[in-house]
């Protein structure tokens, strides 16, 4: 096999190898449902996730639900909750509170 083949064949196998690693490494390390709300908050609030607090998931009788408090970059902050079967998140903004 002449050099040339041997290189090209290299080069085809390694881009092969990074364009089926990328899409796992694109994916964040938080639970799938962090990162469905931090794309429902960039799209609906133009907000860019700085942070997630107090997150919670669990189960509400048949059904599964989530909850979180994010800060955006921006200083903002909104919680979130979702119960399924509902695919969208409920986002309110923090507000401050008055006892």
Do not use: H
């Not at 002449?2 to 390694?14: E, I, K």
């Not at 881009?15 to 709300?37: F, G, I, K, N, V």
């Amino acid at each position: 096999m002449s050099r040339f083949r041997t290189a090209l064949l290299g080069s085809a196998a390694a881009a092969m190898c990074a364009a089926a690693l990328s899409p796992a490494l694109s994916q964040s390390s938080d639970p799938a449902w962090l990162d469905d709300l931090g794309q429902q908050l960039q799209t609906e609030q133009e907000c860019a996730v700085n942070y997630f607090l107090n997150m919670q998931e669990g189960q509400l009788g048949a059904n599964r639900y989530y909850e979180a408090r994010v800060q955006c970059v921006d200083g903002r902050m909104f919680d979130a909750s979702r119960t399924e079967p509902d695919k969208k998140f409920t986002i309110r903004p923090c507000e401050v509170a008055v006892c």
